[in-house]
């Protein structure tokens, strides 16, 4: 019996490609494996950012999954986006899912949004996959500058039809404009502009409520707000630019 030539190319070759499957194999088992542990991972980061919009922080594991149960009524997909109904201390108050671009790479985040004289802004928070550390990844880490975003309006007076909530470089209008990222115009034009896509995605609920503030309605916009204003309010036209109209009891 002839020895095994392990310098020949032929025992090389077949040697690396049992390597590769072996590792191969192993690698797939592990993902399986952990995959159950990633998704639940990746979920409980969702629940903790829809927190963080929601002024909600430093909650951790299970504590951070009992709060989002307590707080989150119902979630909602508008058009492909998410929307989530919650509720604190009595007040309803809709998260909106965001997603757009940044300097290198994608953007997210969540707006908290309540009715208090108006769409108000409750709290929000943003994420990023590769912006600059110290300069666009500010838009994550620095909670100071999500907090600028709290009580600013969605909208300039009654113009519902414009989402007035900016990001800028000199604030002119401290109501509805925000100061961007020293340093990061461009991932803060990314973070205005996703502002303003995203919204629009949530016009109609957005319009629907600025509308029932204004027409001071007793009961306006309480379980059908995507298809109803101003429910127990006589106008039967609460809302004719967004086409919504007042719910006939």
């Known amino acids: 019996?002839?020895?095994?030539?392990?310098?020949s190319n032929a025992y090389i070759i077949i040697y690396s490609a049992i390597l590769v499957v072996v590792v191969a194999f192993l690698l797939a088992f592990v993902y399986q494996a952990l995959k159950p542990m990633q998704d639940a991972n990746v979920k409980l980061d969702v629940k903790k950012q829809i927190l963080y919009s929601l002024n909600i922080r430093d909650l951790d594991g299970a504590e951070a999954e009992a709060k989002y149960s307590e707080v989150v009524k119902e979630e909602q997909d508008v058009d492909g986006k998410k929307v989530y109904t919650c509720e604190i201390d009595g007040e309803e108050i809709s998260v909106f899912a965001l997603k757009g671009m940044g300097l290198w790479g994608g953007i997210s985040g969540y707006l908290a949004v309540h009715n208090q004289d108006g769409p108000t802004i409750y709290g929000a928070y943003f994420n990023h996959e590769s912006e600059t550390a110290g300069l666009g990844a500010e838009i994550k880490d620095s909670q100071a500058w999500q907090e600028k975003f709290i009580g600013k309006k969605l909208f300039k007076g009654s113009d519902y039809a414009n989402v007035a909530l900016s990001v800028v470089k000199k604030v002119e209008d401290p109501e509805t404009q925000v100061d961007c990222v020293t340093g990061a115009t461009l991932?803060?034009?990314?973070?205005?502009?996703?502002l303003k896509n995203c919204l629009k995605n949530f016009s109609k609920q957005l319009t629907a409520s600025a509308c029932c503030v204004e027409k001071k309605s007793g009961s306006c916009c309480a379980a059908e707000k995507t298809d109803s204003c101003c429910a127990g309010n006589e106008a039967k036209?609460?809302?004719p630019e967004s086409g919504i109209k007042a719910k006939e009891e």
Not at 1 to 7: A, C, P, Q
Not at 187 to 194: H, K, L, P, Q, R
Request: hydrophobic fraction near 30%.
């Open 187 to 194: 991932t803060s034009n990314g973070v205005d502009a996703m």
């Open 237 to 239: 036209d609460c809302c």
């Open 1 to 7: 019996m002839s020895k095994l030539n392990t310098n």
